[in-house]
Each structure stands twice: as structure tokens, then as C-alpha cells.
């Protein structure tokens, strides 16, 4: 049972894990990623491609089925103007083990940072504004999944 | 040969608009080669692609590296590397 | 904030979740290990020592908040009788980045495998009791964490 | 020397109580005599104590090996490896 979903309404967390957990599978493992407020930041503006950003999320979420044997798994990613302490992105993973459903949860967490077609851009509180870099620390973190076998 | 270019993030806003129908010049055959077109077509396209080294790109939803050769028709998304998550 | 609870009630996951997440930390990691039903098992009965058992759950989560900069920690244990698809264990980190959050959920759910004071006993359908023994894969997974510095 | 002895899992099964106080003989100095001595003492003890690389132990709450010492008094955990999580 795979859901994946991309949307500007706010995710509702506690909604999309009781519908996920509702399966009593042996083991669950969740990620969930908010704006920090750091630096005085205002607003996260989260730019997708209408295509593209869907289609890299379901990929990433197929790729993690055929990798470990989930019984559930929850992809959902917001886009569009955030505030500090709202969720940005939202993951659910279950298996019987907790190998598997820990696995699965870190591999799409750090696949998402690179593979998707999201792009940041960033406003503070001073009035600057601009586009997050790319961080080769996210790239290192992908790419550990290219190396291991699981 | 007419293409749909889509621009993103900091693209789109050094181009001034979102997306546009071209038709490039005979010659222009290959991602890198659109690259440089739009680099010396006008000053926005110098403002988006005078590093081409930080632009990404698309073919009709997958992506292509420089390399890659333009279809005959299509969508062509420019973008700079992603940041998401 | 740490918070460390064994009882033998039924976890409240949804509420716990709440008041963990009320702190819209940058990242959450969660996970939730329920009873199974393998091989048709009616009952897993988790027996604990009441002195041992929650300080050992105290003293992960200290070596938790050590080893991580978390900005709030969760480690909630069932103990006594329990159904298939009831919750048994409970683990929420929050911290500014996701790596943090996700090592010290990963880091606790295996280092309760081997160091707390629990022990599983369960009950089949055709009559079968017995006492779970343990695993070397939980040992090997447990013991990752005294090589790694992180 | 009176000890608490507490019992847990299989170990408290076979023995058929969860604690008992018990003022071991002379010459028992060490967790591994004590285990000894319980598996020499009755028939449950021998049930429950005759494999001794199965017993875990703690003295007053922490763990200790076959070598540590038993104190004069206080409460010794004997048990099998743990399972939980």
C-alpha cells in the first residue's frame, strides 16, 4: 500500500499516521521534516515542477518497495510558502521487521534531498531572500545507498 | 524545430517568465548547445546561462545530461540542482 | 526534554506523538514496534524487573542525548500482557537535522534488544508457551554502535 | 551474609518463586558460586541453575559477572539473557 502525495495544503501529520499505523504492522518507523526558523527566517518558498516533482516521488517510493519488503509506505511532501515550524515533508514506512521499515524511511529521506525536483528559496526576517545552495553532505548521504546492498 | 522551454527556481526568475516556445538555429542540436544559445540571445539568458555548469535539464520529464540531442519537438525544463526535501 | 516511561498500560502513540512533536522541531524520527502475530501467537507477555528495567530505558536515553544533540527524546515501554497489533515499545528524537534524529531512534530500538531488562514469553493458539531466546542478529545489530563513533 | 535473591523469566519458573532471603554456606564468595551453590541445593535450582552460561546477574541493581563478589548483604538478580524492545 503505497500513498504518495505533493500539494500546498498543510500536512496533516497526525491524520496520515493514524491512517498508516492503522494497519498494526510489527514495525513502523516515521520521519518528519519541519522549516527551521534559523537566522531569522520568515518563510520557505518550496518551488516543484507540476510533472517532474510527482513523478521523481513516486520513482523514489517504487524504488523503496522493490528494495525492502514494506507492508506500508507514506510519502507526502509540501510545496509552495511555509513558515517556521510547519511540515515540509512527511515519511511512513512499515514492515514486519524493523530493519527494513528504519531502512526504508532514512533511504527516501536522503534520496528526496537530491532526486526530487524541489528547489528552496529562503526569506528572513532583514529582507533577504534567495535559493538555497546545493550541500555536498546531502549528495554524501545519497550516495551511500549506491554503494551498500541494502 | 519548436520547443517548450520551462524554466525553475532562480532560472525562471533571471528569465522573467516561467515558459516559452522557441525555435533555435540551425546548429543548435544538443542541451549544451540550447545552453549557449540562450546564453548569447539576450541579456536574461546571459543572467541564467552564462554558467552552464549550474544548469540541469530535462527532456520531456527525464532528465538529460549536455550532451543530450533536442527532439524535434517537446519540453525542455531548465533548472539549477535541486534543493529539496 | 527527555521523557522515559514503562508500564503496562496500552501506549497512547497518537498523544504521544502530539506532545513530542508540539515542539516543531526541525526533525522527528519515530518508531513504533508492535506485538506480532506470527505463527498464530495470541499473547507475548514481557516480563521486567521494576528497578532494573526503567533504569536501563533512563540510562539509553542519557546515552542518547549524549551522543546526539536532540532537542527532545521519547522512549516508551510496554511490559506484562499484550495482543497482536498492540504497541510494545515507542521511540521519538527530535533534533535541528534529520541525521541526528534518525541515528538516535535506530541507535535505541537496537540497544533495547540487548541491554534492558525485559524478557519476552509467548503464548500460541495450539497451546505452545515459551520463552523467547535471544538473537544474534539483535546482538550484531546492537554491537554497531560501539565501533562507529556515530 | 543474607541476600535477597530475585528470579525472573525462565530462572523464576523453575525455581517457582519470583524472591527468597538465603544465608548461602561459607565458601561461597562470587555470583559464580552462588549459582553454584543454588544448583546444588534442590531440585528447582538444579532445573534452573544447572547451565550457568545461561545466568545473567546483577548485584543491587547493576550487572555483574561469575568473578564479582557477593556482599554481605543486599539483593542479587539472577536471569537469562534479556529479550525486550
Avoid at chain 1, 527494513?100 to 528552496?120: H, N, S, Y
Avoid at chain 2, 552564462?50 to 527532456?59: N, T
Wanted: proline share 4%; glycine share 12%; hydrophobic share 50%.
Amino acid at each position: 500500500m503505497i500513498r504518495v502525495a505533493v500539494g500546498a495544503g498543510a500536512i496533516d501529520v497526525a491524520a496520515e499516521m493514524a491512517a498508516h499505523h492503522a494497519g498494526g504492522h510489527g514495525a513502523s518507523a516515521s520521519f518528519v521534516g519541519r522549516v527551521r526558523g534559523d537566522g531569522g527566517l520568515t518563510e520557505l518558498f518550496l518551488e516543484h515542477h507540476p510533472v517532474l516533482t510527482p513523478g521523481g516521488l513516486e520513482q523514489l517510493a517504487a524504488e523503496a518497495a522493490a528494495r525492502w519488503k514494506l507492508a506500508a509506505l507514506t510519502l507526502i511532501h509540501r510545496v509552495g510558502s511555509m513558515a517556521p515550524g510547519e511540515t515540509i515533508v512527511l515519511v511512513l514506512a512499515s514492515s514486519a521487521h524493523r530493519a527494513e521499515a528504519l531502512a526504508a524511511v532514512e533511504f527516501l529521506i536522503d534520496r528526496l534531498k537530491t532526486d526530487v525536483m524541489l528547489w528552496k528559496r529562503e526569506a528572513f526576517a532583514d529582507g533577504r531572500v534567495g535559493w538555497v545552495e546545493q550541500r555536498d553532505g546531502d549528495h554524501a548521504r545519497a550516495e551511500r545507498w549506491e554503494q551498500s546492498a541494502d | 524545430m519548436a520547443l517548450t522551454l520551462s524554466y525553475f527556481a532562480w532560472v525562471r526568475e533571471r528569465m522573467g517568465i516561467a515558459d516559452e516556445t522557441v525555435t533555435p538555429p540551425a546548429g543548435v542540436a544538443t542541451i549544451g548547445d540550447l545552453i549557449g544559445w540562450l546564453a548569447e540571445r539576450d541579456e536574461p539568458g546571459t543572467w541564467a546561462f552564462s554558467e552552464p555548469a549550474q544548469i540541469r535539464a530535462a527532456i520531456d520529464g527525464r532528465m538529460a545530461g549536455a550532451g543530450a540531442l533536442l527532439p524535434a519537438r517537446g519540453e525542455i525544463a531548465l533548472f539549477p540542482p535541486v534543493t529539496g526535501g
